[in-house]
């Protein structure tokens, strides 16, 4: 067993878990133990980022808070952010069509693990099925990633 591919697995799936598969399987690692490493680290990464992106909704809003006021003490008027951007008018979008199972399934999947999770927490967080269906999601689309990487290898 080749633990530095492995761990290499486990912490690319940690951050992009659509190309973590890649390097499993250009060294010849069994297809089994590339996807349950590639599992681990993408549902290790979903529940540090999704039970705690409450608090980092936190950090960012009092962070911009603080940008604001010290802008306005030097007496700069800020131009306001643009809140209705193509990225999340595509969120919305997605999440009016498919619902709770597109978002849990694919924001993680495509958007990053941590950013899809914080992105589902924030829509989803109150509801008691949504991490188990992020779980899911992941284990499903590792399938669909470790062997789409094995067939073409």
Not at 19 to 33: E, Q, R, Y
Not at 88 to 108: M, S
Not at 117 to 122: L, M, P, T
Request: glycine fraction near 8%; avoid cysteine.
């Amino acid at each position: 067993m080749n633990w530095a591919i492995l761990t290499s697995v486990f912490f690319l799936a940690t951050f992009k878990f659509m190309f973590s598969a890649i390097p499993g399987a250009v060294a010849d690692v069994p297809f089994l133990h590339t996807y349950l490493t590639m599992v681990a680290g993408g549902v290790f990464s979903s529940g540090i980022f999704y039970f705690l992106a409450e608090l980092f909704m936190k950090i960012s809003h009092n962070k911009s808070v603080k940008k604001l006021k010290e802008l306005e003490a030097k007496g700069i008027i800020p131009t306001p952010k643009k809140k209705f951007t193509r990225i999340n008018k595509f969120i919305v979008r997605i999440k009016l069509k498919i619902g709770i199972y597109g978002i849990t399934f694919w924001a993680p999947f495509f958007l990053s693990i941590p950013i899809g999770s914080i992105v589902v927490a924030k829509f989803y967080g109150k509801k008691l099925i949504t991490y188990p269906l992020v779980v899911v999601g992941i284990m499903l689309n590792g399938i669909l990633v470790v062997s789409i990487s094995y067939i073409f290898n």
